[in-house]
C-alpha cells in the first residue's frame, strides 16, 4: 500500500505549535493486589427507577420526511436543491507498525462504530487492537466501552469540559470527570473483554488527588475490600493496582473524602499492533479543549506519543440558534492550538459533522401521498441544518490547513446537503431515524470511506 504524495507533505509542512511547560508528573499509588481465574459476571447494584409522568400521545408524531415531501417542499419555497459534493479531503500518513491513534469527539464515537470498522480497514484483528486509556464517561447513554461491564452508583455527576467551568482546567483525557464527595458512592468495572478474557495485569486508576485525604475500599476479583488513604501531593494522581496474573474486575467504594474520577489506563505485558484511544461524549463539542490547564491533560498520556491524533465536533456547535460562525472559528482555533501544543508531533485530522435533517408531521407525509400535502410544506426547513453544517465544514478546513491538519467531512462523504433523507430510506438504513446520528451500517461505511479518502485503502475497495 503505497502512502500518497500529500500525506507526507502534510507530515513535514506541519507549523511549529506553541509550546508549555514540561508536562505534570501524577503521583502514584501502588496496590499489590491478587487476581483470580474464573470471576463470574459483574452485577450491577439495580436503583429504583426515577418516576415518570406518562407521555400524552402525539396525535400527529414526527417522522422522516418522504422523497415526494422532500421534493414538494423545495419547490414550495422556490429553494434549489444544494448540490452533492465539495473539496477533495487532504490525506493523513497512513498509520505504520505499532501505531498509536486518539480519537476526541461526540456521540458518533462513543459507541465505537466507526473506530471498529477504522481497524479493520487497517487490516489489524480486533484481538490486536488496544482501546485502553478510557475516559470517565461509563455508565453514560450512548457509550460502548472496550470492557465487558462497568457499574456507576447514583451518587456520581459527570463534569463536562465542554461546558467550561472551574473543572474543565483540570480533565482526565477524555474532557469528562465523574465527582462525588458521598460517602458509600462506588464503581465497578469487568475489564475483560466480551469473551470474558482478562488481559491487563495493572489497572490505573486515574484521579484529581486534593488537599484533603481521600479514603477509597478497593476490591479485586471478588475478594475482600482492602483500604487505602490517598494523601499525596496535590495535582494529577494514578491508583495502581498492580498483580502478577491479568485482573477480570475491580470494585471502588467511596469512604471519605472527596473524588474526582479521570478515568483509567489498563496495562498488558503484551503490546498490541495498533493502540486506539476513543474518547467520545454525547454532547461534546470541541470547546472541550479550549479550557484545560494543559500540563495538567498532558500528563495523562505520558508515554503514549500518538502518531495521529483526529477531532470529530461539530454536530452539536450547529445546532446552535443562530449558529455564530465567526464564533466557532475562534473556539476551534483556540482548541486546535491546544491540541497541536499537547501534541505537537502527531499529525491531526478534523472531521467535519455529517448531513442533518428535519422530521416533518406524520399529517405531511399521510397528506401528500393522498395529493394533500402542500398546506404545510412552506412552513418547514429542510435544509436548515444542512447549511449550518456545510458551513462548519468549511471552516474545519480553513483552520486545518493553517494548523497543518488534514481534514475529513462527513457531509461530503454523504453525497453533499439533504444527503440524510437519502441515507434514511436506504435498504438497510443509514442514518437513524433522529436524522442526526447514523445506523451502525452508516458508521461502517463513513470509516470505510474516511480510509479511503485518508489514502489508508485502495480506491477500488
Not at 484511544?277 to 494543559?294: E, I, M, N, R
Not at 477531532?311 to 492550538?337: C, H, I, K, M
Request: charged share 20%; net charge positive; with cysteine.
Amino acid at each position: 500500500m503505497r502512502l500518497p504524495i500529500s500525506a507526507v507533505l502534510i507530515a513535514a509542512a506541519v507549523p511549529a505549535a506553541p509550546t508549555f511547560a514540561a508536562p505534570l508528573v501524577p503521583v502514584v499509588t501502588t496496590l499489590p493486589v491478587q487476581a483470580h481465574p474464573d470471576v463470574g459476571n459483574l452485577e450491577c447494584e439495580r436503583s429504583a427507577p426515577a418516576p415518570r409522568r406518562p407521555a400524552t400521545p402525539n396525535p400527529d408524531p414526527l417522522e422522516v420526511p418522504d422523497e415526494e415531501v422532500v421534493q414538494e417542499i423545495v419547490q414550495a419555497q422556490a429553494e434549489a436543491a444544494p448540490a452533492p459534493g465539495g473539496t477533495t479531503p487532504a490525506a493523513a500518513p497512513l498509520p505504520g507498525p505499532a501505531a498509536r491513534i486518539a480519537i476526541w469527539g461526540d456521540s458518533h464515537l462513543a459507541a465505537a462504530f466507526f473506530s471498529e470498522e477504522l481497524a479493520r480497514q487497517l487490516k489489524v484483528p480486533l484481538d490486536n487492537v488496544s482501546n485502553v486509556l478510557l475516559p470517565a464517561n461509563m455508565g453514560r447513554a450512548g457509550v460502548r466501552l472496550p470492557i465487558r461491564r462497568s457499574c456507576v452508583s447514583p451518587q456520581w455527576k459527570y463534569e463536562l469540559g465542554y461546558l467550561g467551568g472551574d473543572h474543565a482546567r483540570t480533565p482526565g483525557p477524555g474532557l469528562v470527570n465523574l465527582v462525588t464527595e458521598q460517602a458509600g458512592a462506588t464503581l465497578a468495572w469487568d475489564v475483560r473483554t466480551d469473551k470474558r478474557v482478562a488481559n491487563y495485569e495493572r489497572v490505573r486508576i486515574l484521579y484529581q488527588q486534593t488537599a484533603a485525604p481521600t479514603v477509597v475500599g478497593i476490591s479485586v476479583d471478588g475478594a475482600a475490600e482492602t483500604q487505602v488513604t490517598l494523601d499525596r501531593q496535590p495535582g494529577p494522581a494514578v491508583l495502581e493496582l498492580a498483580a502478577d496474573r491479568p485482573i477480570s474486575q475491580v470494585k471502588m467504594r467511596l469512604i471519605v473524602g472527596p473524588m474526582r474520577l479521570h478515568g483509567l489506563d489498563l496495562q498488558a505485558q503484551r503490546a498490541s499492533q495498533l493502540a486506539m484511544d476513543v474518547f467520545g461524549y454525547p454532547g461534546a463539542t470541541v470547546a472541550g479543549w479550549k479550557t484545560p490547564q494543559l500540563d495538567y491533560l498532558a500528563s495523562w498520556f505520558g508515554q503514549r506519543d500518538y502518531q495521529l491524533v483526529m477531532l470529530e465536533f461539530g454536530t452539536n456547535e450547529g445546532a446552535a440558534r443562530p449558529f455564530d460562525s465567526a464564533a466557532y472559528r475562534r473556539t476551534l482555533e483556540e482548541s486546535v492550538r491546544n491540541m497541536r501544543t499537547v501534541f505537537p508531533q502527531a499529525a491531526c485530522v478534523l472531521i467535519a459533522p455529517g448531513d442533518r435533517g428535519v422530521l416533518v408531521p406524520q399529517s405531511v407525509n399521510r397528506g401528500k401521498r393522498k395529493g394533500k400535502g402542500k398546506a404545510k410544506a412552506p412552513k418547514i426547513v429542510l435544509y436548515r441544518y444542512s447549511r449550518v453544517h456545510a458551513e462548519i465544514g468549511r471552516v474545519q478546513r480553513e483552520v486545518g490547513a493553517a494548523a497543518g491538519c488534514a481534514t475529513w467531512s462527513m457531509l461530503e462523504a454523504m453525497g453533499g446537503m439533504g444527503a440524510a433523507y437519502t441515507w434514511a430510506r436506504q435498504s438497510p438504513p443509514l442514518m437513524a431515524r433522529d436524522l442526526i446520528h447514523f445506523t451502525v451500517p452508516g458508521y461502517r461505511r463513513f470509516a470505510r470511506e474516511f480510509a479511503r479518502d485518508m489514502g489508508w485503502t485502495d480506491a477500488d475497495k
